[in-house]
């Protein structure tokens, strides 16, 4: 498993939620409190929706850029899902959960970005930009900053649609259910697209991860 953190915005999925069975548990106090600024939103309280920017900002910037990419400034990507969001939400009626809506705007700007990247070929020296904490240990910031490459790189090679589904099952602890209604599709095709996913992405990273061992093409002889 590549992704280990856990999503922000709500507290992660549990087996059954992942696997599409069993009975869904009582909704979390986060989504409860997001359904409520939501309201207030729709009533023209616009304050909340303030609110709702600071509760969602970084699960939302730490999303795209798993979506889209380190070598992308995810600020405007950022602005843009946030005013799709606040057109959006006056829609939203809680027929799904708050995090199933919010993630549906990421991904319809996620894949908008991505289909326009595929059109427009980018430097392959472009780097990604530094976050590096000054407290870290500069030799863990630097596995850290190639582990991310690599991880980037591989996700490059999946097809926009498959990229989303295996974000967001993987670092988002979203079910196949819960990833369909998110990206407009169903669970099955879901499901088809997070398999063929997860094999062509163990296929990229073993075969980056083969470049850079000692007597690969770019090791050490």
């Keep these: 498993m590549i992704f280990r953190e856990a999503p922000s915005l709500v507290s992660a999925a549990s087996p059954e939620e992942r696997s599409g069975t069993g009975s869904p548990p009582p909704p979390p106090a986060d989504e409860v409190r997001l359904h409520l600024l939501v309201r207030r939103i729709q009533e023209g309280d616009l304050t909340a929706f303030d609110q709702l920017y600071e509760l969602t900002r970084v699960d939302a910037a730490r999303t795209l850029r798993h979506l889209v990419g380190n070598r992308v400034d995810v600020e405007d990507l950022l602005q843009e899902t946030y005013l799709r969001l606040l057109t959006a939400v006056k829609n939203y009626r809680g027929e799904s959960r708050f995090r199933t809506f919010f993630y549906r705007v990421c991904a319809n700007v996620a894949l908008s970005h991505l289909r326009w990247k595929r059109r427009r070929p980018e430097d392959p020296f472009a ?39 295996f974000v967001y099952y993987e670092l988002c602890g979203m079910g196949p259910d ?43 002889p």
């Design 178 to 220: 819960e990833i369909a209604e998110a990206v407009g599709s169903s669970p099955n095709t879901v499901r088809s697209r997070l398999h063929h996913a997860r094999l062509e992405f163990n296929v990229a990273m073993q075969r980056l991860l083969a470049h850079r061992r000692p007597g690969g093409p770019h090791g050490a």
């Design 127 to 165: 780097e990604p930009p530094d976050q590096v904490s000054s407290e870290e240990d500069p030799e863990r910031a630097a596995e850290r900053r190639q582990a991310a490459r690599l991880v980037e790189t591989a996700l490059e090679k999946l097809k926009p649609k498959k990229r989303i589904v």
